[in-house]
């Protein structure tokens, strides 16, 4: 029998779910939710309706788990607890700072409800958590660095476009090849944000715009541009379309530690992604955590869980022997 599986949110990132449950064949799309006008979506899997958010008040028995696909800074806070007194659900919440109210707040429904839910799941937070933990427990003398890109930051590319005079925008975040370089040698250096990542704007400013107003704006921006070194391109609506469509993204995670009596051996544990879209890649993940949330919840374990909380064996569709068999 397949997982039946509802998407909520059908952007980008809803998108790259629908695709990854196409992969998967114990995976089946039950239903695409939207608070937009459901007409106005054309769902690529045949034979999949796109019904409104309020119909997940009553197809409990249609959904084995739900993937909330919105946004970390509005949607999410309010929609995981929500959900997971009704669904098993997963989410891609990705405010580090918030993860733990976020998932007090999670927990406490899941469990009255006696459903399982996920938060955070991705490659940051997510993969890269993993990564982390696992560096850090094989070499707990040591340090931990993180870089990102290059890629397409939506975030921050937003924040550009809610600027007087911007039509549309594509921000790269991309690393610092000496910092990486330094890192990867074992020499444990101490890195700014600055020295760590460069920032690239592409701008589509409306005509008659500033500028060179615009570009002060963008590199003085705080929390985004400011601590930064940011390079900012004018360009066209057509340059853009042709040149910067795409969402890929990746990065690395990077621990260097010491070992031995005197701390003499230097060892380097690095994790990375190259991702051509970053919600497809996003989405892949989120399916393959709604099986383990799945599994979970058919063995009686409920509440709230991270990807810290759930074996390796549970993501995959194979048997453990065959696990045993072919990937230990």
């Not at 397949?2 to 059908?10: A, D, F, K």
């Not at 899941?110 to 490659?123: V, Y």
């Not at 500028?211 to 360009?235: C, G, K, W």
Request: hydrophobic letters at 35%; charged letters at 20%; glycine letters at 8%.
């Amino acid at each position: 029998m397949s997982i039946r599986i509802g998407i909520l949110g059908y952007g980008n990132l809803g998108k790259g779910v629908e695709a990854a449950i196409g992969q998967n064949p114990d995976l089946e799309l039950a239903a695409v939710f939207t608070r937009r006008d459901p007409a106005m979506l054309q769902v690529r899997t045949p034979g999949v309706e796109a019904l409104p958010a309020d119909a997940l008040l009553k197809m409990q028995e249609q959904i084995d788990v739900l993937i909330l696909c919105g946004g970390s800074a509005t949607d999410l806070p309010g929609q995981t607890p929500y959900y997971a007194s009704l669904y098993n659900v997963v989410d891609s919440f990705d405010t580090h700072a918030n993860i733990p109210q976020h998932f007090a707040a999670v927990d406490q429904a899941a469990k009255a409800s006696g459903r399982t839910a996920l938060i955070s799941c991705g490659w940051d937070p997510g993969m890269f958590s993993l990564n982390r933990l696992y560096a850090n427990c094989i070499l707990p003398q040591g340090k931990d660095y993180t870089f990102w890109g290059k890629g397409v930051s939506q975030g921050h590319s937003d924040a550009v476009r809610r600027i007087p005079g911007v039509k549309d925008c594509r921000q790269y975040t991309i690393p610092v090849p000496e910092a990486q370089a330094a890192v990867r040698s074992g020499a444990d250096p101490e890195l700014t944000t600055r020295q760590k990542h460069t920032r690239e704007c592409f701008v589509v400013a409306q005509e008659g715009a500033d500028l060179a107003q615009i570009e002060r704006q963008i590199v003085t921006m705080p929390n985004y541009f400011s601590d930064y070194d940011t390079t900012v391109h004018f360009i066209t609506q057509e340059e853009l379309d042709q040149n910067h469509a795409g969402l890929p993204h990746g990065g690395s995670v990077i621990r260097t530690g010491k070992t031995g009596a005197k701390g003499e051996h230097t060892h380097v544990i690095e994790y990375s992604l190259k991702l051509d879209s970053n919600p497809e890649f996003t989405g892949s993940v989120l399916a393959a955590y709604a099986r383990a949330v799945y599994r979970l919840n058919r063995e009686g374990n409920v509440g709230c869980k991270t990807v810290f909380d759930i074996a390796p064996a549970y993501l995959s569709d194979k048997s453990p022997e065959e696990l045993r068999a072919h990937l230990l």
